[in-house]
């Protein structure tokens, strides 16, 4: 059977949508950022006194965050049942003298790039433990991104 | 004859000149060297309420640094950095050792909070506050900067800017040396060993 012209006409104008409906879905798969949380950590810290009452204490996650998308994101807040609040904070020296800064309105994860928490630089601040923290111990934490939502990881409490 | 003599001599120098060139290599301090100032002394409250004054230490090399127990970063940092140290000495040379940590927040940094605080790096390590009237002089008698910040929206309430070296203080209770919050701990172990020697 011959295909006559305009048969020829319309099925290539429908080949032609196609693969444009597939580039135009592979760039938008590829405009997004790819967030993974790694080397996450913590110090052991005791909260109770002798006689077993609690006391105000805090303790700190260090992670990498690791967006490996072709866009950026934003940490916008952290949130964990082991304490009462969660914040950022960065430790800056200015020569010998250290000061901690809050971290507001989130903070930048570039497409591409690693933000790493570490001592003496950016650090996630656990304040008003709800319990002590021994080595070995583990404890979930929920990060929430602008665009990527919420990510929930464990964090385990290692060495003093 | 006078030759052998001549050769034997110049050898003993080369000798000498080589001994104390290794000498000087091994005697020269990791941390940086602080000028010479005179020996201040001091009286705090320790972690078990005891008293403690520097001028009664019997002799020993003192480690020294300036935090607060609200801080989970750098002082912890240093408090791991100093359990490492302790656990690198020999048992003879702790006993000519001490870790003293003098809290910048004595507000919120009670007796028990240190204890708490301390007993999770190593016992032997002493924690110490007091009244402002006591802490204040012992801050600018050794140039210690410390600045609390108050901070509206966070659930800390607010935090203390502070002097972070580490300082080692020779066995006459004279600060000597200081070495940066994150030192290597072979490093300052070195230099109580050199400390230990005078």
């Known amino acids: ?160 | 004859m006078q030759n052998k003599l001549t050769q034997s001599a110049a050898k003993l120098l080369f000798a000498v000149a080589v001994l104390a060139g290794c000498q000087s290599r091994d005697s020269s301090f990791k941390g940086t060297e602080l000028p010479e100032r005179e020996f201040k002394d001091f009286t705090l409250t320790d972690q078990n309420g005891q008293r403690f004054t520097l001028g009664e230490q019997e002799g020993k090399v003192t480690l020294m640094f300036f935090g607060f127990t609200y801080c989970p970063d750098v002082c912890p940092l240093t408090l791991s950095t100093w359990k490492k140290v302790r656990e690198s000495l020999t048992e003879d040379e702790a006993q000519k050792v001490e870790f003293v940590y003098i809290t910048v927040d004595p507000e919120r940094d009670t007796p028990e909070k240190l204890k708490a605080h301390l007993a999770v790096f190593h016992p032997d390590f002493i924690g110490l506050t007091g009244t402002q009237e006591e802490l204040q002089p012992v801050y600018a008698g050794y140039g210690v900067y410390r600045e609390k910040d108050q901070i509206s929206d966070s659930a800390t309430g607010y935090l203390v800017n502070h002097t972070a070296s580490i300082y080692l203080l020779d066995r006459n209770g004279i600060w000597k040396l200081k070495h940066s919050n994150d030192a290597r701990p072979e490093d300052i172990v070195h230099d109580i060993r050199l400390l230990l020697k005078y």
């Open chain 1, 1 to 160: 059977m011959r295909l006559t012209p305009m048969f020829r006409k319309v099925g290539l104008l429908a080949l032609l949508t196609s693969l444009f409906c597939q580039i135009q879905a592979c760039q938008k798969a590829d405009d997004t950022p790819k967030i993974e949380i790694e080397n996450i950590w913590s110090r052991p810290v005791q909260i109770e006194n002798e006689d077993g009452r609690v006391m105000k204490s805090n303790g700190v996650v260090y992670l990498k965050i690791v967006n490996d998308g072709e866009a950026p994101d934003r940490l916008m807040s952290i949130t964990s049942i082991v304490c009462d609040v969660v914040e950022l904070h960065e430790t800056k020296m200015n020569d010998d003298r250290m000061m901690m800064q809050k971290v507001d309105g989130g903070l930048d994860i570039p497409a591409g790039e690693t933000v790493e928490f570490k001592p003496g630089g950016y650090h996630v601040m656990l304040i008003r433990l709800k319990r002590s923290l021994v080595p070995g111990d583990r404890f979930a934490l929920q990060l929430v991104f602008e665009r990527t939502g919420t990510i929930k990881v464990d964090s385990e409490v290692g060495q003093p």
